[in-house]
């Protein structure tokens, strides 16, 4: 799928690539969600399939959060407080920490909220505040939505698919 240039289509990357992570998902055997057997988001780390929902969740609920605080005319720390865009893999093990707690269920529950809150937020906004003007940096709004979830969505799917077909399942 092309990178997103407008409000519609970035509506529509978000949901074809949410629908295929979910289909993606629906076949994971839930004894094995919890299983860190598939390569993390940091150099030489571990993840299991809940811990790839909660980095997701944790983007989520970030690209929400600064939107929040845009709307606000509060400064933004870009990507989290006490972290730099150089320490995403540092960012990645904490948010598997923030929802060590939550299972498979839970996690996808949080996730589809999420995903929906960021689709009703683009609803909101006009395609001119989404990828018409710099949000941050030389980057759009809509551009800073993108990558930080239908991009993640398609990567996590093909993560899923390889870890399936390394593991025998379908």
């Known amino acids: 799928m092309p990178v ?3 409000k519609s289509e970035l509506q529509l990357a978000i949901k074809t690539n949410f629908d295929k992570l979910k ?21 030489g780390t571990r993840m ?8 997701l969740v944790g983007w989520g609920e970030l690209v929400l959060k600064w939107n929040r605080q845009k709307d606000n005319n509060e400064e933004v720390s870009f990507p989290e407080s006490g972290f730099k865009w150089n320490e995403l893999g540092r960012l990645a ?7 060590k707690d939550d299972d498979f269920h839970v996690l996808m529950d ?14 909101k906004k006009s395609n001119h505040e989404l990828y018409e003007t710099p949000w941050y940096d030389k980057w759009t ?8 979830t239908s991009s993640p969505y398609a990567n996590a799917s093909n993560r899923i698919r390889k870890w399936k077909k ?5």
Do not use: W
């Open 48 to 55: 299991s399939i809940n811990d790839l929902l909660a980095y």
């Open 166 to 170: 390394e593991n025998g399942l379908k």
């Open 110 to 123: 949080k996730l589809s909220h999420t995903v929906e809150a960021i689709l009703a937020l683009i609803a």
């Open 4 to 6: 997103p240039t407008n």
């Open 93 to 99: 093990q904490k948010f598997y920490d923030d929802y």
């Open 141 to 148: 709004c809509g551009r800073m939505i993108q990558f930080n």
């Open 23 to 43: 289909k993606n998902l629906s076949t994971v055997p839930h004894e094995q969600t919890a299983v860190k057997d598939m390569e993390g988001h940091g150099k």
